[in-house]
């Protein structure tokens, strides 16, 4: 149904590529930016350009960056003996905002995933193992989501890292199963991270 | 909080003027955009910059066009003989959805609310006038929201319009069809019942 002129069409169009955006948020949303001026439009989309051209990817544990580093691999009061093994950059943000941990993190930029065609080579699991040998790891820590996905992901992880002679830990179940770790309350993650337990 | 690195930080406070949207969604976006290949990214904020740049105003009725007129004051089908008036683009559109209406629009492009500073200048009042001094406009519709504002700019025009000799009319207040009449507030109902047809 195309009752939109063609530009609101493609501009709703777009919009709707947002998570949880359909038809009639989208129209919402392109009806607030067209009553924006000029300027105004240019630095919103401009900031988005930008984001995607500045923010990069640490080097190191993939998490967002502007420069090579990120600030918690950059940061020498973190201790290099825990890495905390994360499914995306939020869910290392929600760690960070509990302020209980001390160490340092992996992105792994996903979960074991067949059914969606994500194998091993799609996660940043070689650079991962290769960490765990090259630097002074004691101790993975996988928090990965409390899902089929991440269990599993979590699991394989296991196989592969116990052979280095690093303890391997998981998040204690004080998150709710099947919940996401991004929207788990600071409280919540701290205990989860207190009551870690062997694997 | 400044959590975030800064150009995710403007990412994220670009995106949360976006109506509803807090810092939650604005991030959960903002993270959506940046997983995007910059090629999509383009895409995404040209058609946002097209679309202020190519969608106008109809010089007539103020409803969006990419020309001169849009496509209701340029369909030679429907009546000149009545003009309904609305706030804004997206209740003309709606308008439109019933497929019942086969006359003009006029867009005021908002509703008297001197609280927000808005008086019968800001809005498209005196080409309204002109309108129905020099067409051939036999009756208007009032089509303004049924809430104070609307109220106070329905009665406003009323009495510009009267004096030129035009019927004057506004939608009939009553329950949504399909509605609920338990639940269904007293205002609604009184209005409802004022306005009952016989049958």
Chains 1, 2 share one sequence.
Do not use: W
């Amino acid at each position: 149904m195309s009752e939109y002129l063609l530009p609101l069409e493609l501009m709703v169009e777009q919009l709707e590529r947002l998570p949880g955006v359909g038809r009639k948020t989208a129209t919402k949303y392109a009806f607030t930016l067209l009553s924006m001026t000029t300027e105004e439009l240019e630095n919103f989309t401009t900031a988005i350009l930008d984001g995607k051209k500045k923010i990069l990817n640490c080097r190191k544990c993939f998490n967002l960056c502007e420069g090579e580093l990120c600030t918690v691999c950059g940061d020498a009061a973190r201790s290099g003996e825990q890495i905390c093994v994360v499914e995306d950059v939020r869910t290392l943000m929600a760690m960070e905002r509990t302020r209980n941990y001390k160490g340092l993190y992996h992105v792994l930029g996903g979960v074991l995933s067949p059914i969606d065609g994500v194998g091993p080579e799609k996660l940043h699991i070689a650079e991962l193992l290769s960490r765990v040998k090259e630097e002074e790891t004691r101790e993975v820590i996988i928090a990965t989501n409390p899902t089929v996905e991440g269990e599993t992901t979590a699991m394989y992880l296991t196989k592969l890292l116990h052979p280095l002679g690093v303890r391997v830990t998981r998040l204690a179940y004080g998150v709710p199963v099947g919940a996401d770790l991004e929207y788990a309350d600071e409280i919540t993650l701290a205990r989860a991270l207190d009551g870690r337990r062997e694997l």
